[in-house]
């Protein structure tokens, strides 16, 4: 498993290495900064196209991105024409399908998660932000609305239902807030999750940087390379933290 701050770190230096290379590294070369790592195919390949893609490349890759969030966004459309679509049932059918499902019938999730999918959308809108695109919290509110109703089965002794009884409107109201209750989570974890990750690296990304300017300044000022411990008062960064950082970068300088 690839250690995400050593990883970073070292796609870090390599950049700066090819921003002063006088002559484009080769894919060779790039892996040999990286060989301490177990890396993939597929994540070699994305480190080859990240360091060797040329600044109106990476302005084209940027561009197909836009077209291709834009098809998606283009199904999420059709997607929203389909649901459209499904006939709504009323309460007392809504009321069947629960009573079945608690029951024990797990064939009644198909149908039920028809009733929730306009609903689901409308709880996605109050967790989608500018990074967190609403169509993946759907997806997410789909999932954990299936995994809840799995929960249910057979499980009408915990809303009421003994024996032929039937199920009470306060009682599928009841289970219809825990059903929404759990799908809220999901959406809540996977965004907590995703903003998460990305505070994550933009904090590892800041502080490697910042290490890099600051040695840079106090060369300038000094004319010396800063020591450890001028860069810790400095960055306010752990010593600990800076030796790694040097070491890691100083490494990656070297030719393999």
């Known amino acids: 498993m690839v250690d995400k701050i050593t990883f970073l770190e070292t796609l870090h230096s390599v950049q700066e290495i090819v921003k002063a290379s006088p002559e484009p590294l ?115 509110g789909n999932i954990s609305l299936l995994l809840a109703m799995r929960q249910l089965v057979g499980k009408g002794s915990e809303y009421g239902m003994e024996g032929a009884q039937t199920l009470e409107a306060a009682q599928q109201k009841r289970l219809e807030n825990r059903l929404e209750e759990l799908v809220r989570e999901g959406m809540q974890q996977y965004r907590e999750d995703l903003q998460g990750e990305a505070d994550s690296e933009n904090t590892i990304l800041a502080r490697v940087s910042l290490v890099y300017e600051a040695r840079k300044a106090l060369a300038e000022e000094n004319g010396t390379d800063p020591t450890i411990q001028e860069l810790c008062a400095y960055t306010r960064i752990p010593p600990e933290e800076i030796a790694d950082i040097l070491t890691l970068h100083e490494k990656a300088r070297k030719k393999p």
């Open 26 to 140: 080769t894919k060779e070369e790039i892996r040999g900064y990286f060989q301490d790592m177990e890396l993939s195919k597929e994540q070699q390949e994305m480190v080859y196209q990240f360091l060797l893609t040329p600044p109106k490349e990476k302005a084209k890759t940027e561009k197909e991105k836009a077209e291709k969030e834009k098809a998606e966004n283009t199904h999420f459309q059709m997607y929203l024409r389909e649901i459209s679509a499904v006939p709504s049932l009323t309460k007392e059918q809504q009321n069947i399908l629960y009573q079945r499902l608690l029951a024990g019938e797990e064939s009644v999730t198909e149908a039920i998660s028809g009733q929730w999918l306009k609903k689901i959308i409308h709880i996605a809108e109050e967790y989608a932000t500018a990074d967190v695109f609403l169509e993946d919290l759907v997806q997410e």
